[in-house]
């Protein structure tokens, strides 16, 4: 099925609506035995998924009762265990490796006559807390919880020439404590009755299924996101969150989480400038009022207090008493950085990281407008290196971008912030002025001034690598008071002006005349 941007888009769907009908109709027979009385209905189903991989589901549902006691509705659980399927699988694998067999120390392995242990591993003597020379000739009723467990296995024991086996219940380990098991057992010598059964300890997975299973709205609040961060905050503290939370924050274990605040989770301030502690609280407002907000956040995790970008979606939910704000939050750094570079490479000149001509012309266009309402007028320079060419093939392409990159920095300390340097390719470098004076003739030497000032700057050595270089430049400037030309059209003037200074020899300033050639 396709994916939903979150559960409220399911409301009202029948599983017709949202699944193929194959899968629709597993979930139609588990609803009939839920309404038959069956306490819980339990299906494991083979699936397909959007990319053709095939899995495994586990679909569980439970009855809801009214307060007279009747059925009055149901909810379903499904969790995905294809990796729990498919390590089982692996372990069948491994059934025919005799090797494999002898050194594994993950599975339990026993190989069982006459419900007599004849020989075990050393991963299920581990398993079940018995020394290396033990478990050989015990009786295997010794490790079933009770006489009906020992009795049900011993039913499928019987039939155990039809097939493999397999059964998930409670062990009882030499020490008393119990350990759930996932058993697996088939023939492994007719002629005498042998059988071999592989055992994996998945009480980890009992215990958070039968957890969850106290607390249902808790399961369906946590979980329904299970690979995302999901926290849940009351008024004053975070009281709960999943596994993935604490993994994405750096927390070894939730009671530790608990004891954090969201001001923990944070640094300081958000990219706004604004204090995260105030926005937070604001933010934790507009949730419960609002019941589904979503923002981007600024995270800190606090095993190393890295910091990274999310995306959080919160909404409310009622646990027991309590309205709680559950917020999912996903990690979208790699998304945010991406788009940086992107931004990066759209706009910026990737030698000199300069803005290049498309972020130039942006911003001449709005420098443009500006000066419409301010009434304050501009300048835009050309610049040219004189005899770059000459070094690029004395010293090398390598000197040669070694320069543009010194006399970016120049060009950028020799202008104010609000102003503009760019690179235009090769060795043109493109000025914008802005809000100069309004008076044209004030305009005039304000832009000269800073010119001047441009080319003494450039008229300084620099040191390329060993070599010590002098360098010039030429100039073209056309001014501009609000829009009376297009941005090209200024480029254009500017332009006509550089090639009068470099035909006056170089290292020199041409202004703009209409009268131009």
């Given amino acids: ?306 910091i990274f970008h999310a995306d959080v979606l919160t909404s409310i939910i009622k646990l027991g008493e309590d309205i709680v704000v559950q917020a999912t939050v996903r990690d979208i750094t790699q998304r945010k950085d991406a788009e940086e570079k992107m931004e990066q490479m759209a706009y910026y000149d990737e030698l000199t990281n300069l803005p290049n001509r498309r972020l130039l012309l942006d911003r001449l266009k709005c420098s443009m407008s500006a000066s419409v309402r301010s009434g304050k007028g501009g300048a835009l320079l050309f610049l040219d290196l004189d005899q770059f060419k000459v070094l690029n093939d004395t010293y090398g392409h390598d000197i040669g971008d070694l320069l543009l990159q010194r006399v970016a920095k120049r060009l950028t300390a020799c202008v104010r912030e609000v102003d503009t340097v760019a690179r235009f390719g090769g060795d043109e470098f493109v000025v914008l002025l802005e809000q100069l004076s309004g008076d044209a003739g004030e305009v005039s030497s304000q832009t000269k001034a800073i010119v001047d000032k441009v080319l003494s700057a450039l008229q300084l050595p620099f040191l390329l690598a060993t070599n010590e270089y002098s360098s010039s430049a030429s100039v073209g400037v056309t001014l501009f008071f609000g829009q009376q030309f297009t941005e090209n059209e200024l480029l254009k003037q500017a332009d006509l002006a550089l090639y009068q200074a470099k035909h006056g020899g170089g290292n020199s300033l041409c202004f703009f005349d209409p009268q131009m050639p």
Avoid at 77 to 97: C, M, P
């Fill in 1 to 306: 099925t396709s994916p939903s941007k979150h559960w409220t888009d399911l409301l009202g769907q029948t599983d017709y609506d949202v699944f193929p009908e194959q899968y629709a109709d597993v979930y139609y027979e588990l609803e009939k035995q839920v309404f038959s009385g069956i306490a819980v209905a339990h299906e494991v189903q083979q699936f397909v998924d959007n990319q053709g991989e095939q899995g495994w589901m586990d679909n569980r549902k439970y009855p809801l009762h009214g307060d007279n006691g009747d059925i009055i509705g149901l909810f379903g659980v499904a969790r995905d265990v294809t990796e729990i399927y498919r390590q089982q699988q692996k372990v069948e694998q491994l059934l025919g490796e005799q090797a494999a067999i002898l050194n594994n120390r993950l599975v339990g392995i026993v190989t069982v006559r006459d419900r007599q242990i004849v020989w075990a591993n050393a991963a299920f003597k581990i398993m079940l807390g018995y020394d290396e020379d033990e478990i050989v000739g015990y009786s295997t009723q010794k490790f079933y919880r009770s006489e009906d467990d020992y009795k049900a296995i011993g039913e499928a024991y019987v039939n155990i020439g039809k097939g493999v086996v397999r059964n998930e219940l409670e062990f009882v380990r030499k020490d008393g404590q119990l350990v759930w098991v996932d058993m697996r057992g088939s023939v492994l010598h007719e002629e005498n009755a042998e059988s071999i059964w592989v055992f994996i300890d998945v009480t980890e997975r009992k215990k958070a299924e039968i957890a969850l299973a106290l607390s249902e709205a808790k399961f369906r609040t946590l979980f329904d996101s299970t690979n995302d961060a999901v926290i849940l905050h009351d008024q004053n503290r975070i009281v709960d969150a999943n596994r993935a939370a604490l993994k994405l924050f750096g927390c070894a274990t939730r009671d530790q989480f608990c004891r954090k605040s969201l001001a923990d989770l944070s640094p300081l301030q958000q990219p706004q400038g604004q204090s995260s502690a105030t926005l937070l609280r604001e933010r934790l407002t507009a949730a419960i009022e609002c019941g589904i907000t979503q923002f981007e956040w600024l995270h800190k995790r606090l095993d190393n207090d890295q």
